[in-house]
């Protein structure tokens, strides 16, 4: 396909990876995370998988526009881009997440401290501005439960801070598919306190060097595409700002924001087997008929306060609030809204959303130091949510009669405490616990003849008790074990209805529970070489599953236990200053422990799932591996990624199936300097071999059309630019 020209040059990210490739190989291989305890410790001392993804591979010649970029490389985890910014990413941690049918569900995700999931634990990838990411963690396995409802695992992004001066940065980017991205970064720190005993030497540093008190980083881009296939194009408007102010060494007040618009965003749907042999590159006629699309606006913002009263003891202050409006026009087929209880074709959201937090950390000392952290949660969001016809007479995919409007309220409130505690010179053990308690409240105000008041409420609560134990065999080589409780409350989309059609929302449905188990070793076999592994099984019961879909309505059912079980394996190797080598390999059994039934159409047609079928949405096996060669400043780099992935079932009865591919990306850059501009130009070719596959599966799809093809050989270049001043 066609490349779209590159326009001019806007600004970028880092180039600090391109000027010194060899500085801190050994912090790189033991990075240290905050998501597994919330205090700042060596991924290596911990009995937990715990993922580090840096700014150098976030935006080491990709587009910044989707998790699955950088991503792609943790074990345990399986992305799988849609080719549909209607929908966004489907993310999937040990198989949790995978049944979401749009955005995120089973995984807690965090940027900067403040949650971007509902309470109900639905959320969103594509609030998670990439521009800003300086450094992704991601932890999965029983540690995962401290974070609460719905945390099959944790992706926690923190975004950067601005540079000691002021710098202009930015990147602009054509590809295939009519695909660009612009964007302009401005970030700097003013008012320096310039006196060190009495001195001042008139700047706005202090003559140590030490940065001044006001930090600040401002990010703007604009992310469109026309799509690999027909009826798929979007356009992306996202900003960013992170203000920080220090009112002493032990003070900090951090404000945070962020924007994300998609307007008319088009939603090609999913596609029969015989639909993507015939042409992968086709919508389904019912796109088109109903001019299916989707249009989002999300503000979110938030302050964060933390004071260090010693050395051992700080608390950390969070408050956030935001909206979300969506207006999205679905293929619902005329007659399936004639039905006096169908909420019709239109979904007409405006959600409100916002939560406190307070943290206590102490960090202990000595020979035999104790870590504390405790704290409380309160999140709560409130959304007017309509439903209307999408059609008005004949024409189609417009917004027709009202068919649903209630008031849906979800809250959250939760207490833990988690520590670690160094018990012997070889010994270490972690160990916390977290009581949630989330309530739901429907309000109906659409009550009709033959479409009765479904107004309720219900709460949920759960205690969660996690432990794990460390072994230092040698400086170089760890051993551990951990296990814990988790579990996962419906959503308010599985709550509304009930399977008997009566009234109210669905209190027969609880919450999932699961009983989590991990094992594994982390090694530093040398001073630049890393190999973590880890075994895990889990044991969720009353796993939320299809029970109906008539009139419009689609219910749900504690069904079956299920069980997940597998090994985690990665390495990261670096040879000498300018080579280095990533791989990581994921094994996951994922089964149904139960047989279950449910009926998947308003037919009387009842399907039988059979235990030991495996989970839909899947892979057995996943493999990543990348070799990355690169010089200083100025100076080229290349990389190659190769990807494997298993077949994966798109429904529970194991009849539909994506089959499995193989593919190979390259990149390569040329980081130089003119002037004060430091220039970094890229290209990239993805799925070079041309390989045809399917991206993503829509599970159990009621008309049949599972499969969201993704696209063949395909071609991006790209240019990087900042200005110090």
Known sequence: MPVAALLTIAASPSFAEAADPAASILSKLNPVVITGTRIEQSSFSLPMSADVVEAGVIRDGRPLVNLSEALARVPGLVIQNRQNYAQDLQISSRGFGARSPFGIRGI?????????????????????????????????????????????????????????????????????????????????????????????????????????????????????????REHSAATRYQSSA???????????????????????????????????????????????????????????????????????????????????????????????????????????????????????????????????????????????????????????????????????????????????????????????????????????????????????????????????????????????????????????????????????????????????????????????????????????????????NSGGRATFQNAADTRRRGVELSADSRFGPDLAVYASYTYLDATFQDSYTYRPTASPRIVTVGAGNFLPGVPRNIAYGELTWRRGLPGFSAALEAIYRDHIFANDTNTEAAKQYALANIRFAYSHQIGGWKLSEFVRADNITNTGYVGSVIINESNGRFYEPAPGRNYMVGVNASYAF
């Open 108 to 228: 807690r995700m965090v940027v900067d401290g403040i949650p971007v999931n509902n309470p109900d634990g639905q959320g969103q990838a594509a609030n998670i501005n990439l521009g800003s990411v300086k450094r992704i963690e991601v932890l999965r396995g029983p540690f995962s439960a401290i974070y609460g409802n719905a945390a099959g695992g944790v992706i926690q992004a923190f975004t950067e801070d601005g540079p000691a001066g002021t710098v202009l940065s930015g990147m602009l980017l054509g590809g295939s598919y009519g695909t660009s991205r612009g964007e302009i970064k401005l970030g700097g720190t003013l008012g320096g306190t310039a006196e060190v005993n009495g001195a001042t030497n008139g700047t706005n540093k202090a003559i140590d060097g030490t940065p001044g008190p006001f930090n600040y980083m401002i990010d703007i881009s604009r992310f469109q595409t026309q799509g690999y």
């Open 242 to 548: 992170k203000l920080v102010y220090k009112f002493s060494y032990d003070s900090t007040l951090t404000l945070v924001a962020n924007n994300l618009y998609q307007g008319a965003t088009q939603d090609p749907l999913g596609l029969s087997r015989a639909q993507v042999i015939a042409d992968p590159r086709q919508a389904d006629a019912s796109a088109t008929t109903f001019n299916t699309r989707k249009s989002i606006d999300n503000t979110q913002g938030g302050l964060v306060y933390e004071h260090k009263f010693s050395a051992a003891h700080t608390i950390k202050l969070i408050g956030y609030a935001g909206t979300r409006q969506i207006l999205q026009f679905l293929a619902v087929p005329v007659g399936a809204q004639l039905p006096a209880t169908s909420p019709g074709g239109v979904v007409d959201l405006d959600r409100e959303f916002g939560g406190l937090g307070l943290r206590w950390t102490y960090r202990g000392s000595g020979q035999r130091p104790l870590n504390l952290t405790a704290g409380i949660e309160y999140d709560g969001s409130r959304e007017r949510r309509k439903g209307f016809d999408n059609f008005a007479g004949l024409v189609l995919g417009v917004r027709g009669n009202l068919r649903r409007n209630e008031n849906n309220i979800v809250t959250s409130f939760a207490q833990y405490i988690q520590g670690e505690w160094q018990f012997a010179r070889a010994w270490s053990l972690s160990a916390g616990v977290r009581h949630t308690e989330v309530r739901f409240k429907s309000e109906d105000f659409f009550i009709r003849d033959g479409n009765p008041d479904d107004s309720g409420g219900i709460t949920y609560r759960s205690v969660n008790p996690v432990v794990g134990l460390l072994y230092k065999a040698t400086p170089l080589l760890n051993l551990y074990a951990s296990t814990g409780t988790g579990f996962e409350t419906p959503t308010f989309a599985e709550l509304v209805y009930r399977p008997d059609g009566g009234s109210g929302l669905n209190f027969a449905l609880r919450p999932s529970r699961s009983i989590n188990v991990e094992a594994g070793f982390k090694w530093l076999l040398t001073d630049t070489t890393r190999i973590n592994l880890a075994i895990f099984e889990t044991h969720v019961t009353g796993e939320i599953l299809p029970a109906t």
